[in-house]
């Protein structure tokens, strides 16, 4: 059975008033354990909601939502169980950080949870680790004084000290400088990789999406359009054409030699395969001859 189960969703937002939006209109999928999904999609296109849903945070309208075999519109969902197992993320990490200090915020769900101090502890500290945040430094400092990517490090970290079934992030690095942005990529392939938890993220930035996605969810219109591994998306030229899909900067390159007349491979998207077919263009090895 898949760790997560869509059927057929829908979510009205103020349903009945004058700025009633459907936001979701029988939307799907399905997700194993151990994997890393991505969903993709222009603004509005339902993604947030969706995830939304995955720990409680909205409940179905109509359609089944089902997290590691709990139907959630059933009446009586416990809810406290639901978000131990599903960590939810958000896009903007000051939404999740509410204490003063590092340690103290992500100790609050721990301590919430009843467990003994020394768990605390163990857990902070090997959350703070994970995400790169070394405890003994950080642990006692301020959180208003924080990078961005050092905030959401915390807030990362703060879901991880639960230890969740599931992983579940909205636009991950959305404002963080490369640096920062390989950096927490590589912390969540690690968790995802390593540590076998479950990921789903949200993301406009098909890079991240080539190298972290096992496979996408496209979504327009509130619903599921297409489903496939990064390969089978990103090679679909009419598909990407069609849902207006954005592409890595790769796949952009490797499409703009197709249309010069050189004979490469598109499915060759990673950055060291996309080098080596650019390589071979400029040696000559792999080109066309032009009349």
């Not at 937002?13 to 029988?26: F, Q, S």
């Not at 090679?235 to 030699?257: C, F, H, M, N, S």
Request: with cysteine; net charge neutral; charged share 30%.
């Amino acid at each position: 059975m898949p760790i997560i189960e869509i059927e057929n969703l829908t979510h009205t937002y103020m349903k009945g008033t004058p700025m009633e939006h459907v936001a979701l209109k029988g939307a799907g999928m399905f997700v194993e354990e151990g994997e890393c999904i991505a969903i993709i999609g222009h603004t509005g296109s339902g993604k947030s909601t969706l995830i939304q849903h995955f720990n409680g945070l909205i409940r179905p309208e109509s359609g089944r939502v089902i997290i590691d075999g709990e139907d959630l519109s059933k009446k009586r969902v416990d809810l406290k169980s639901l978000r131990r197992k599903v960590g939810l993320v958000f896009q903007n990490p000051e939404d999740q950080i509410f204490e003063k200090l590092i340690g103290d915020d992500i100790s609050y769900g721990p301590f919430k949870l009843g467990l003994p101090l020394k768990e605390v502890r163990e857990r902070v500290k090997w959350a703070m680790e994970t995400v790169g945040l070394d405890f003994k430094e950080m642990k006692d400092r301020q959180t208003f004084a924080l990078s961005g990517g050092q905030k959401r490090k915390v807030a990362l970290a703060g879901i991880l000290a639960l230890k969740p079934k599931i992983l579940v992030l909205d636009e991950p690095t959305a404002g963080l400088d490369p640096r920062s942005r390989n950096d927490l990529l590589d912390k969540i392939k690690f968790l995802n990789k390593e540590e076998k938890l479950t990921v789903v993220f949200v993301s406009h930035n098909m890079e991240e999406v080539a190298y972290l996605a096992d496979r996408i969810y496209v979504m327009a219109g509130g619903k599921d359009v297409l489903t496939g591994t990064p390969k089978e998306i990103f090679t679909d030229k009419d598909k990407l054409e069609r849902y207006q899909i954005g592409t890595p900067e790769t796949v952009q390159a490797l499409y703009r030699l197709t249309d010069l007349g050189f004979d490469v491979n598109t499915a060759a998207f990673t950055i060291s395969e996309a080098s080596e077919e650019i390589l071979k263009v400029l040696s000559g090895n792999k080109g066309v001859q032009h009349g």
